[in-house]
């Protein structure tokens, strides 16, 4: 399978703590992409890193990518109430919008 | 821009029936997507089209189906419906610039339940 698995499967933290959880994938891939899903609702697009990239940021988000090792890593930091969600990593081939999900993390932020 | 919006949000089915879901992306996006999600198996990719035509297609038995419309709206059919087709249904869509996969926008899904 090429899914990806997300490691840990929950995380529980005080807000104001960072939270990081990791992604592994199994098959060469063309982009990483990690999603943020409120219960039972749609995906909402956090960040996408291409292959040729190592880290990228955004806001609170801080997103590395080793190719070498098929794995990735989402950091948060300072972390809110609202960020309580499950967040998954899809890869992307050179096909196009074919993308791979991971199981997912369930992070839950304490107030 | 409007979003991804998918009608309907519910719908409950009985084995053996046939359902289709609509998929309208946002206005400009030429890819569309649809992701099954189930507790047991996560998300896992149904097919996705571009410009008409069906671009990739994932490991789904040939009762599902889909099509999309010269403007870009897309539609999934599910035939002889299985109690294990209970599912939410998930729409995305994207630009379709780039080969390599683009940022896809979610719809809030359809949620499918099969009695």
């Known amino acids: 399978s090429q899914q990806g698995e997300e490691d840990p499967q929950a995380l529980s933290i005080q807000e104001g703590e960072n939270a990081t959880m990791n992604c592994s994938y199994k098959t060469s891939i063309n982009n990483l992409q990690w999603y943020r899903q409120n219960s039972g609702r749609g995906l909402v697009h956090l960040i996408l890193i291409r292959s040729n990239e190592r880290e990228k940021h955004s806001g609170r988000l801080r997103v590395t990518l080793d190719t070498s090792k098929k794995s990735s890593s989402l950091l948060i930091t300072a972390s809110r109430a609202a960020d309580t969600a499950s967040y998954f990593c899809a890869t992307g081939s050179d096909t196009g919008n074919q993308f791979y999900f991971g199981t997912g993390t369930s992070l839950t932020v304490i107030p | 821009k409007a979003g991804v919006t998918q009608t309907p949000r519910y719908l409950i089915k009985t084995r053996g029936q046939q359902v289709t879901l609509s998929c309208s992306p946002i206005?400009?996006?030429?890819?569309v997507s649809w992701y099954q999600q189930t507790p047991g198996q996560g998300l896992q990719f149904l097919f996705e089209y571009f410009s008409e035509t069906q671009r990739n297609k994932g490991n789904f038995p040939g009762r599902f189906s889909g099509r999309q419309f010269s403007n870009s709206r897309s539609e999934m059919n599910v035939s002889t419906l299985e109690l294990g087709d209970s599912a939410l249904y998930l729409c995305a869509s994207s630009p379709g610039r780039t080969s390599g996969g683009d940022e896809q926008f979610f719809g809030p899904g359809t949620r499918l339940t099969v009695l």
């Open positions: 206005s400009g996006h030429r890819s």
